[in-house]
Protein backbone atom coordinates (compact mmCIF):
# COMPACT_ATOMS: atom_id res chain seq x y z
CA UNK A 1 0.00 0.00 0.00
CA UNK A 2 1.24 3.26 -0.85
CA UNK A 3 2.63 5.51 2.16
CA UNK A 4 2.63 9.28 1.43
CA UNK A 5 4.67 12.05 2.55
CA UNK A 6 3.60 15.55 2.56
CA UNK A 7 4.96 18.77 4.85
CA UNK A 8 4.29 18.90 8.17
CA UNK A 9 3.33 22.83 8.08
CA UNK A 10 2.99 25.78 5.80
CA UNK A 11 2.25 29.48 6.23
CA UNK A 12 0.48 32.03 3.43
CA UNK A 13 -1.20 35.04 3.21
CA UNK A 14 -4.23 35.73 2.22
CA UNK A 15 -5.17 36.16 -1.31
CA UNK A 16 -1.67 34.29 -2.50
CA UNK A 17 -1.65 30.86 -4.11
CA UNK A 18 -0.75 27.81 -1.98
CA UNK A 19 0.79 24.90 -3.59
CA UNK A 20 0.96 21.50 -1.19
CA UNK A 21 3.10 18.55 -2.69
CA UNK A 22 2.85 15.04 -1.27
CA UNK A 23 5.09 12.59 -2.62
CA UNK A 24 4.20 8.83 -3.18
CA UNK A 25 6.63 6.73 -3.98
CA UNK A 26 5.35 3.13 -4.46
CA UNK A 27 1.71 4.63 -5.67
CA UNK A 28 0.24 0.87 -7.83
CA UNK A 29 -0.76 1.46 -11.32
CA UNK A 30 -4.74 1.30 -10.10
CA UNK A 31 -4.40 4.11 -7.45
CA UNK A 32 -6.03 6.97 -7.10
CA UNK A 33 -4.64 10.25 -5.31
CA UNK A 34 -7.50 12.15 -3.40
CA UNK A 35 -7.20 15.36 -1.27
CA UNK A 36 -9.41 15.86 2.04
CA UNK A 37 -9.38 18.96 4.70
CA UNK A 38 -9.93 18.56 7.91
CA UNK A 39 -11.07 22.31 10.27
CA UNK A 40 -11.04 21.34 14.40
CA UNK A 41 -13.90 18.85 15.65
CA UNK A 42 -14.96 18.08 11.92
CA UNK A 43 -14.67 15.14 9.56
CA UNK A 44 -12.55 15.76 7.02
CA UNK A 45 -14.18 17.05 3.64
CA UNK A 46 -13.32 15.95 -0.06
CA UNK A 47 -12.07 18.44 -2.29
CA UNK A 48 -10.42 16.89 -5.30
CA UNK A 49 -9.36 13.39 -6.95
CA UNK A 50 -7.51 12.59 -9.58
CA UNK A 51 -5.27 9.99 -11.43
CA UNK A 52 -3.22 11.58 -13.67
CA UNK A 53 -2.04 15.40 -15.70
CA UNK A 54 -4.23 18.04 -14.06
CA UNK A 55 -7.73 17.56 -12.61
CA UNK A 56 -9.65 21.13 -11.53
CA UNK A 57 -12.95 22.38 -10.04
CA UNK A 58 -14.64 25.50 -8.35
CA UNK A 59 -11.99 25.25 -5.07
CA UNK A 60 -8.94 23.35 -6.41
CA UNK A 61 -6.33 22.03 -8.78
CA UNK A 62 -4.73 18.26 -8.62
CA UNK A 63 -0.85 18.20 -10.88
CA UNK A 64 0.20 15.04 -11.25
CA UNK A 65 3.15 14.37 -12.91
CA UNK A 66 3.87 11.19 -15.69
CA UNK A 67 4.93 9.08 -13.03
CA UNK A 68 2.69 10.09 -10.80
CA UNK A 69 5.06 9.26 -7.89
CA UNK A 70 3.80 12.98 -6.39
CA UNK A 71 0.96 15.47 -6.58
CA UNK A 72 0.72 19.47 -5.94
CA UNK A 73 -2.70 20.21 -4.67
CA UNK A 74 -3.15 24.29 -5.82
CA UNK A 75 -5.12 26.45 -4.06
CA UNK A 76 -5.96 29.83 -5.67
CA UNK A 77 -5.91 32.94 -3.61
CA UNK A 78 -6.43 31.42 -0.11
CA UNK A 79 -8.52 33.23 2.82
CA UNK A 80 -8.56 32.67 6.31
CA UNK A 81 -10.85 30.46 6.00
CA UNK A 82 -8.62 27.61 4.23
CA UNK A 83 -6.82 27.30 7.25
CA UNK A 84 -6.74 23.86 8.08
CA UNK A 85 -5.27 20.61 7.37
CA UNK A 86 -4.86 19.11 4.21
CA UNK A 87 -4.40 15.36 3.70
CA UNK A 88 -3.07 14.11 0.52
CA UNK A 89 -3.78 10.29 0.29
CA UNK A 90 -3.58 7.49 -1.85
CA UNK A 91 -6.68 4.85 -3.00
CA UNK A 92 -5.59 1.51 -3.29
CA UNK A 93 -8.20 -1.05 -4.82
CA UNK A 94 -8.65 -4.13 -2.70
CA UNK A 95 -11.48 -6.45 -2.38
CA UNK A 96 -13.51 -4.82 -4.70
CA UNK A 97 -13.28 -1.75 -2.04
CA UNK A 98 -10.83 0.77 -1.33
CA UNK A 99 -7.95 1.16 1.33
CA UNK A 100 -7.09 4.10 2.43
CA UNK A 101 -3.90 5.40 3.92
CA UNK A 102 -3.87 8.82 5.23
CA UNK A 103 -0.98 10.42 5.85
CA UNK A 104 0.18 13.19 8.37
CA UNK A 105 -1.48 15.86 6.90
CA UNK A 106 0.10 19.37 6.37
CA UNK A 107 -1.60 22.42 8.49
CA UNK A 108 -1.60 25.29 6.23
CA UNK A 109 -2.15 28.92 8.45
CA UNK A 110 -3.48 31.47 6.29
CA UNK A 111 -2.75 35.21 7.56
CA UNK A 112 -4.30 38.07 6.93
CA UNK B 1 -29.69 16.09 1.43
CA UNK B 2 -28.81 15.20 5.69
CA UNK B 3 -25.20 14.56 6.03
CA UNK B 4 -23.35 11.45 7.97
CA UNK B 5 -24.65 11.36 11.49
CA UNK B 6 -22.55 9.87 14.38
CA UNK B 7 -23.75 9.25 17.95
CA UNK B 8 -22.83 10.24 20.75
CA UNK B 9 -20.49 13.20 20.37
CA UNK B 10 -18.92 12.39 23.38
CA UNK B 11 -17.80 9.45 25.36
CA UNK B 12 -16.07 8.48 28.72
CA UNK B 13 -15.53 4.83 29.33
CA UNK B 14 -13.31 2.83 31.69
CA UNK B 15 -10.45 0.34 31.12
CA UNK B 16 -12.09 -2.77 30.56
CA UNK B 17 -15.15 -1.65 29.44
CA UNK B 18 -16.78 -2.00 25.86
CA UNK B 19 -18.44 0.68 23.69
CA UNK B 20 -20.62 0.97 21.05
CA UNK B 21 -20.70 3.66 18.09
CA UNK B 22 -23.28 4.67 15.84
CA UNK B 23 -23.32 5.76 12.17
CA UNK B 24 -25.93 7.10 9.95
CA UNK B 25 -24.91 7.25 6.47
CA UNK B 26 -26.32 10.09 3.79
CA UNK B 27 -29.27 8.60 2.02
CA UNK B 28 -28.81 6.36 -0.84
CA UNK B 29 -25.07 5.84 0.52
CA UNK B 30 -24.13 1.77 0.27
CA UNK B 31 -20.19 1.81 2.28
CA UNK B 32 -20.06 2.65 5.52
CA UNK B 33 -15.94 3.08 6.50
CA UNK B 34 -14.48 3.88 9.95
CA UNK B 35 -11.44 5.54 10.91
CA UNK B 36 -9.51 6.27 14.53
CA UNK B 37 -8.11 10.03 14.47
CA UNK B 38 -5.18 10.55 17.19
CA UNK B 39 -2.87 13.37 17.72
CA UNK B 40 0.25 10.71 17.67
CA UNK B 41 -0.85 8.05 14.55
CA UNK B 42 -3.45 9.78 12.32
CA UNK B 43 -6.56 9.25 10.74
CA UNK B 44 -5.81 4.83 10.10
CA UNK B 45 -8.48 3.13 8.85
CA UNK B 46 -10.31 0.61 10.52
CA UNK B 47 -12.61 -1.13 8.21
CA UNK B 48 -15.60 -0.76 5.50
CA UNK B 49 -18.55 -2.21 5.11
CA UNK B 50 -20.87 -2.63 2.08
CA UNK B 51 -24.25 -4.18 1.67
CA UNK B 52 -24.15 -5.57 5.20
CA UNK B 53 -20.49 -7.20 4.28
CA UNK B 54 -17.00 -6.24 5.37
CA UNK B 55 -15.18 -5.32 2.16
CA UNK B 56 -11.72 -4.59 3.67
CA UNK B 57 -9.73 -4.43 7.60
CA UNK B 58 -7.35 -2.08 9.04
CA UNK B 59 -4.22 -3.18 10.97
CA UNK B 60 -6.35 -3.27 14.49
CA UNK B 61 -6.98 -5.63 16.76
CA UNK B 62 -10.47 -8.21 17.01
CA UNK B 63 -10.98 -5.93 19.93
CA UNK B 64 -12.56 -3.80 17.21
CA UNK B 65 -15.54 -4.79 15.52
CA UNK B 66 -18.22 -3.64 13.27
CA UNK B 67 -21.16 -4.42 11.44
CA UNK B 68 -24.13 -2.76 8.61
CA UNK B 69 -27.65 -3.13 8.82
CA UNK B 70 -30.26 -3.52 5.76
CA UNK B 71 -30.83 0.24 5.70
CA UNK B 72 -26.67 0.98 5.73
CA UNK B 73 -26.34 2.44 9.21
CA UNK B 74 -23.58 1.14 10.93
CA UNK B 75 -22.21 0.19 14.36
CA UNK B 76 -18.98 0.26 15.43
CA UNK B 77 -18.17 -1.88 19.01
CA UNK B 78 -14.84 -1.49 20.74
CA UNK B 79 -14.24 -4.67 23.83
CA UNK B 80 -11.78 -4.08 26.65
CA UNK B 81 -11.23 -0.81 26.24
CA UNK B 82 -7.84 0.52 26.67
CA UNK B 83 -6.44 3.68 27.61
CA UNK B 84 -4.83 3.82 24.15
CA UNK B 85 -7.84 3.13 22.34
CA UNK B 86 -8.61 7.40 23.24
CA UNK B 87 -9.47 9.28 20.11
CA UNK B 88 -11.83 10.59 17.80
CA UNK B 89 -13.61 7.63 16.12
CA UNK B 90 -14.76 8.95 12.75
CA UNK B 91 -16.93 7.50 9.66
CA UNK B 92 -17.70 8.04 6.38
CA UNK B 93 -19.85 7.01 4.15
CA UNK B 94 -19.66 6.73 0.31
CA UNK B 95 -22.03 6.03 -3.01
CA UNK B 96 -20.64 2.73 -3.99
CA UNK B 97 -17.85 2.49 -2.06
CA UNK B 98 -14.35 4.41 -0.97
CA UNK B 99 -12.69 3.61 -4.10
CA UNK B 100 -14.59 5.26 -6.82
CA UNK B 101 -16.46 7.42 -5.01
CA UNK B 102 -16.00 10.27 -2.14
CA UNK B 103 -16.19 9.89 0.98
CA UNK B 104 -18.27 12.26 3.23
CA UNK B 105 -17.32 12.11 6.58
CA UNK B 106 -19.57 12.52 10.06
CA UNK B 107 -18.05 14.80 12.80
CA UNK B 108 -16.92 12.13 14.35
CA UNK B 109 -17.33 10.62 18.35
CA UNK B 110 -14.91 11.62 20.89
CA UNK B 111 -13.93 8.52 22.74
CA UNK B 112 -11.87 8.83 26.39
CA UNK B 113 -10.78 5.81 28.03
CA UNK B 114 -10.09 6.42 32.18
Known amino acids: LAKTTQPISMDSYEGQEVNITCSHNNIATNDYITWYQQFPSQGPRFIIQ???TKVTNEVASLFIPADRKSSTLSLPRVSLSDTAVYYC?????????????FGQGTELSVKP | KAGVTQTPRYLIKTRGQQVTLSCSPISGHRSVSWYQQTPGQGLQFLFEYFSETQRNKGNFPGRFSGRQFSNSRSEMNVSTLELGDSALYLCASSLEGSYNSPLHFGNGTRLTVT
Open chain 1, 50 to 52: GYK
Open chain 1, 89 to 101: LVVTVYNQGGKLI
